[in-house]
C-alpha cells in the first residue's frame, strides 16, 4: 500500500504555471506506477497523466498534451506534475494514486485500476 498526499495547488491566472507534488509513503513507493486525475463538481475523474516505474513511460490526456509534464524521483518518493499556459478549464481537484504490484513499465489511463489515492488538491485558474 501506498499513502500519497498532493500539495502545491492554488489561485492562479491564466497563462501562469504550477507544479504539483505528491508525496508517497510507504515501502512499495518504487514499485508503483503512479498517475495524476483530476475532477470538477458533477463531473467524473478525468485522467492527466500516468508514470511508470522506470519512467521510461509516459501518458497525457488529451487536454492537457503540450502543456503537462509528469515527473518522479524514486529517491524522494515523490512524483510531480508541472503545469504550463494553465487555461481556465484546467480548475479542478487534482489527485495523485498508485498503482502497485506492476512491472516497471506498467501505465495505465483508468481510474478503478488504481489501488491509492490521496485527498487531492485544488486548482483554479482564473481568466
Known amino acids: 500500500q501506498v499513502k500519497v498526499i498532493e500539495s502545491g495547488g492554488g489561485l492562479v491566472q491564466a497563462g501562469d504555471s504550477l507544479t504539483l507534488t505528491c508525496a508517497a509513503s510507504?515501502?512499495?513507493?518504487?514499485?508503483?506506477?503512479m498517475g495524476w486525475f483530476r475532477q470538477t463538481p458533477g463531473k467524473e475523474r478525468e485522467f492527466v497523466a500516468a508514470?511508470?516505474?522506470?519512467?521510461?513511460?509516459?501518458r497525457y490526456g488529451d487536454s492537457v498534451k503540450g502543456r503537462f509534464t509528469i515527473s518522479r524521483d524514486n529517491a524522494e518518493n515523490a512524483v510531480m506534475l508541472q503545469m504550463n499556459n494553465l487555461k481556465p478549464e484546467d480548475t479542478a481537484v487534482y489527485y495523485c494514486?498508485?498503482?502497485?504490484?506492476?512491472?516497471?513499465?506498467?501505465?495505465?489511463?483508468?481510474?478503478?485500476?488504481?489501488?491509492?489515492w490521496g485527498q487531492g488538491t485544488q486548482v483554479t485558474v482564473s481568466s
Open positions: 494514486a498508485a498503482k502497485g504490484g506492476v512491472n516497471e513499465l506498467y501505465i495505465t489511463t483508468i481510474a478503478p485500476f488504481y489501488d491509492d
Open positions: 508514470i511508470s516505474i522506470n519512467s521510461e513511460n509516459l
Open positions: 510507504g515501502p512499495t513507493f518504487s514499485r508503483a506506477s
